[in-house]
T-cell receptor, first 114, second 113 residues
């Protein structure tokens, strides 16, 4: 089955620790995205990458970092500089050519920092 | 910049009622429009889409028509079910090579038996 996997589903960390969220896709999509979801605020774009070894900041990149060393993988690190890291994090991917360019989402990781 | 405004929820309906969730947008050029659905604790799933003016997207009894003159993409369903309870997001993709989506804030729908 093709799709996007995110792990773990729930993640707990102490304040001041960096934490890395995993996102893997086997859809052969070129583009990948990270969103943050908070109650009542919809989805906000953190980072996106449209090709391997290249990525761009989204609307709320401060306190986050990413890498895109492989087409299939786009891990997100939530650093200790992120002031309010507790949230639901969603990864997505899409094609960048042809007519089918809608984004496909993973199941999400709920991060709680105390 | 691009923006999407959708009606605030929560929306509570009885089973078999008619559903409308309003969505209007601001964008440059000719955007593509989407409705996504999110069930509790899950990621988003594409519900339907429309890529040009007057296109109607439809899926699972839901419909939305791309209205360029009113910059709208309202979601409708004639008879909702309890299983339709979820959060619904309207989104747009501007024309060009940028594949980012701009999302509305989401509308929570609860359908009671």
């Amino acid at each position: 089955d093709g799709g996007i996997t995110q792990s773990p589903k729930y993640l707990f960390r102490k304040e001041g620790q960096n934490v890395t969220l995993s996102c893997e896709q086997n859809l052969n999509h070129d583009a990948m995205y990270w969103y943050r979801q908070d109650p009542g605020q919809g989805l906000r774009l953190i980072y996106y990458s449209q090709i391997v070894n290249d990525f761009q900041k989204g609307d709320i990149a401060e306190g986050y970092s990413v890498s895109r060393e492989k087409k299939e993988s786009f891990p997100l690190t939530v650093t200790s500089a992120q002031k309010n890291p507790t949230a639901f994090y969603l990864c997505a991917s899409s094609r960048t050519s042809g007519a089918d360019y809608e984004q496909y989402f993973g199941p999400g990781t709920r991060l709680t920092v105390t | 910049g691009d923006s999407v405004t959708q009606m605030e929820g929560p929306v509570t309906l009885s089973e078999e009622a008619f559903l409308t969730i309003n969505c209007t947008y601001t964008a440059t050029g000719y955007p593509s429009l989407f409705w996504y659905v999110q069930y509790p604790g899950e990621g988003l799933q594409l519900l339907l889409k429309a890529t040009k003016a007057d296109d109607k997207g439809s899926n699972k009894g839901f419909e939305a028509t791309y209205r360029k003159e009113t910059t709208s993409f309202h979601l409708e369903k004639g008879s909702v079910q309890v299983s339709d309870s979820a959060v619904y997001f309207c989104a747009l993709k501007s024309g060009g090579s940028n594949y980012k989506l701009t999302f509305g804030k989401g509308t929570l729908l609860t359908v009671n038996p």
